[in-house]
């Protein structure tokens, strides 16, 4: 087989095929027009290229993305947390179907969670009420966009979190509990740096995720240029007014966005296998 | 592990110990009731408002009724099409040494990390009008963009790693020795594919393929981008739930919305048998 030179030897057969056919598709499908978009913007001349990403609006609207995935992922660290030591740690009525229901925000489109938010948080929605009488407005703010990325990157934290703090040593902490540490002693000193890895990497995800997200958000957000509108919107708008300029541009900032979150969750994975492998020795 | 749990909870009996449990058990079902539950009951709530007749009714429309049949078209095309690449990236990858291997991985991984809009995006830059191909496209008479093969194409872009991500960790941990084994006693690819090495990932497999049904039939920003939301034409269920949504005919978007549901539901089902069976198997 010509492939020979560039692997390993092995009985196995379709080793060309295989390859052959991945690296074709992978090429056709993602590659491919991704390369469209970097040529398009290459293409634009540096003042035009400035001038399209210091725009107000598109300065406000990157506030908006990163900001509300930030704080949804920090808000997911926490009770994504929660969530994962109950789910391990207890056993309660439930407990079975709770599990499976953390993955409902993977399986759920996102135009059914939009609009589903919507209506619950909208000022006469279930929620939207009694927040409304507490004076908080959720839909069609930027809290919104929060509440929405929160459900949206759940899973990515709890998922994360879950096996990590299976592997916690739990002689550990009952050799800590009989030397007279406390609880919050023994979550600072033990049980935390066992699942930081895990926590990060859960919390980078959520992250990402966030930052790109679209469906599940224009439903709730109100959409308001300066205030509301997140940027894969504004991307969308200016492919609708024939911008394709504009939206070439926002679109390669976001995928060079893509690209560092992709690269620093390979970065924190990494360096979470690395500690394990340090914990074991 | 349920087992484990309880034995636990049996050594902890001080008072502190049994509160904090109760409250963290609370706070976990209170924040999952909120986020998770409240919006399901709201999609059934809001579909049932005038009843079951109007519920029903809502599938009586034909843009809901071609919206449906495109959805189940673009999943038919996009499943087939990301199954064979999935395994195929599987094997090469899982079976064989070579270099550039962790960039291939990272790559396949890439459609996880865009935005579905970008997905959208790209393939505008590619087929639209102002695109590489789309002067040729014109003259050829060949629509993809605010077409059928640009929902399809986007939802291949989305929907990519499903099935390889599944599969590339099973069939490493899995290991090629009885492969080796059957290769070696003179069994054919195909046949030592079929009877050797499917019968071992054929759970992970549904759980990729399930995975990927259920993105494919739901994506909304990507598809949304190239759809051009001609009614009835190249709308799919998503966008037909937008777009009843907008025009504030709410039992229809929420019937037609509750359609995904169920299959968000069906869709988490089967992976949670899955996982059972896995866990027997290992347990």
Not at chain 1, 152 to 165: D, E, H, N
Not at chain 2, 99 to 123: E, H, N, Q, R
Not at chain 2, 240 to 248: C, D, M, P, R, S
Request: proline share 5%; glycine share 8%.
């Amino acid at each position: 087989m010509a492939a020979h030179w560039l692997r390993k030897p092995s009985v196995l057969p379709g080793f060309g095929l295989t390859l052959g056919f991945t690296t074709f598709f992978l090429s056709a499908i993602v590659l491919l027009p991704i390369a469209a978009l970097a040529f398009e913007t290459a293409s634009l001349s540096w003042p035009r290229f400035l001038s399209i990403l210091v725009d107000p609006r598109a300065v406000a609207s990157y506030r908006l993305s990163f900001g509300a995935a930030l704080l949804a992922a920090g808000i997911n660290g926490v009770f994504g947390f929660v969530v994962a030591w109950s789910l391990v740690r207890y056993d309660f009525p439930g407990r079975r179907l709770v599990d499976a229901l953390i993955d409902l925000p993977f399986a759920l489109p996102t135009a059914v969670s939009g609009i589903a938010l919507a209506t619950v948080f909208a000022p006469k929605g279930w929620l939207g009420l009694k927040l409304a009488a507490a004076g908080v407005q959720v839909a069609y703010t930027w809290i919104g966009v929060v509440v929405a990325l929160i459900l949206i990157g759940l899973p990515f934290v709890v998922r994360s979190v879950q096996p990590a703090l299976l592997e916690v040593q739990r002689d550990l902490e009952e050799a800590a509990e009989s030397l007279g540490a406390g609880p919050f002693t023994i979550f600072r000193r033990i049980i935390l740096p066992a699942v930081l890895p895990a926590q990060l990497t859960g919390f980078t995800l959520a992250l990402a995720r966030g930052i790109g997200e679209y469906g599940s958000v224009v439903f709730i957000s109100g959409n308001l240029p300066l205030k509301t509108e997140i940027t894969p919107l504004l991307i969308v708008i200016k492919l609708e007014q024939f911008d394709y300029e504009g939206a070439a541009a926002l679109g390669f900032i976001m995928l060079v966005m893509s690209f560092v979150m992709l690269f620093a969750i390979n970065l924190v994975q990494a360096w979470g296998r690395r500690r394990h492998v340090a914990q074991e020795h | 592990m349920v087992l484990a749990a309880s034995r636990a909870e049996t050594r902890r009996v001080s008072l502190g110990a049994r509160l904090g449990r109760a409250l963290l058990i609370f706070v976990s079902i209170a924040f999952l009731a909120l986020l998770l539950l409240a919006p399901l009951g709201a999609v059934l709530a809001q579909a049932l408002a005038n009843g079951w007749q109007a519920y029903l009714e809502s599938f009586l429309d034909p843009d809901t009724r071609a919206a449906i049949r495109l959805t189940l078209l673009t999943a038919a095309i996009v499943v087939p099409a990301n199954t064979i690449f999935g395994i195929s990236a599987a094997w090469a990858i899982a079976k064989f040494e070579f270099p550039g291997k962790s960039l291939l991985i990272t790559l396949i991984d890439l459609p996880f990390a865009v935005s579905p809009v970008i997905a959208g995006l790209v393939l505008v830059m590619l087929f639209g009008v102002h695109g590489w191909f789309g002067q040729w496209l014109q003259d050829h008479d060949v629509a993809i963009i605010f077409a059928v093969p640009g929902i399809v194409l986007a939802t291949i872009f989305v929907t990519f790693p499903y099935v390889a991500r599944e599969l590339i960790p099973l069939m490493q941990q899995q290991g090629s020795e009885e492969e080796e084994a059957a290769i070696t006693l003179g069994a054919g690819a195909w046949v030592t594919f079929l009877r050797v090495t499917l019968p071992k990932i054929r759970w992970g497999l549904l759980y990729g393929v399930i995975l990927c049904n259920a993105r494919a039939m739901g994506e909304f920003g990507a598809v949304s981008v190239v759809s051009g939301h001609i009614r009835g034409m190249t709308t799919t269920i998503p966008l037909q739930v937008e777009i009843l949504y907008n025009e504030y005919n709410f039992v229809a978007a929420f019937a037609v919305a509750s359609l995904l549901a169920l299959l968000a539901t069906i869709t988490l089902v089967i992976k949670t048998l899955v996982e059972w069976r896995a866990d027997r198997r290992t347990g």
